[in-house]
Structures are given as C-alpha cells and as structure tokens.
C-alpha cells in the first residue's frame, strides 16, 4: 500500500476529508496521507476549511512513511515558496526583541518612573498613624 511512496517525493492529490487537525489527500485509488494543520501553509491556520476543499486538488511533498502503521505523513507547505517577510508592520521576533533588551539603555524608562515615584508616596503614607485604620 505505501510501498511505492518515499520521504521527498512531490505528488497531486486530492483533499478526501478534513479534521481540525488535518486535512485527508488521496494519492492513489486505495492510499491516502495526512497532511497535518502545522503543514497545510506557511503561517497561523485557525480553520483548515479557510483555505481547503473537499475535492481540491493539491501538490503535496510526502514528509515520512509508516509502513507498520500504514500511515503517511505529507505537507502542502513544503512544496511552497514561503512568503518574503515584511519589513514594515512585522512584529519583532523574540530573539530581535531578547537582543533589543540586551542592548537597552541602562537608566530606568519613563514610563517606570511613576511608578518608582508612587511607591515611595505609599510606604510614606503607610508610616503616618492619622491614616492608619485602627
């Protein structure tokens, strides 16, 4: 049954079902594989039916093969060219922001400072006996 599929091959296929998982392509008459929701495109998927159809056809790259468990592993995703990042508009990526913390300014921000300041305001108030509750 999966015999004659192997990791790498890029074949056409056919979405037979979809799951919030994933989405079912038949490569064959009597095989199909699964192509999970992290492989359908490049980017966050919410709903798999936003972007598939039953009955659409689609190139997928086959990732692994079970042969014991009769399973195979496909992608969308890898048989596309991703898309080119956006300069502007793009959130910085954690590394970017990790490095952007690193390099940041030794003095305390401004927008603490009010709060620095407050904080010194409260233990001085806590400390006067006409606004101590007894």
Same mark, same amino acid.
């Given at each position: ?13 056919? +979405? ?23 492989? #359908? ?9 936003? #972007? ?9 790259? +086959?990732?692994? +093969?079970? &042969? ?38 030794? &003095? ?27």
């Amino acid at each position: 049954m999966t015999a004659k599929y192997e990791a790498g091959q890029v074949l056409t296929g056919k +979405v037979t079902g979809i799951q919030p998982y994933g989405a079912f392509v038949a490569l064959d008459e009597s095989t199909q594989g699964l192509v999970h929701i992290s492989e #359908i495109t490049h980017g966050f998927v919410k709903d798999i039916n936003d #972007i598939l159809n039953v009955g659409d056809e689609v190139n997928v790259k +086959v990732l692994s +093969v079970d &042969e014991g468990a009769g399973k195979i592993a496909l992608s969308i995703r890898a048989t596309e060219e991703p898309p080119a990042e956006k300069a502007e508009g793009r959130k910085p990526r954690k590394k970017a922001a990790q490095q952007m913390v690193k390099s940041a300014p030794t &003095e305390t921000p401004q927008g603490f400072n009010t709060l620095k300041d407050k904080l010194e305001e409260w233990i001085e108030q806590s400390k006067r006996e006409d606004l101590i509750k007894k």
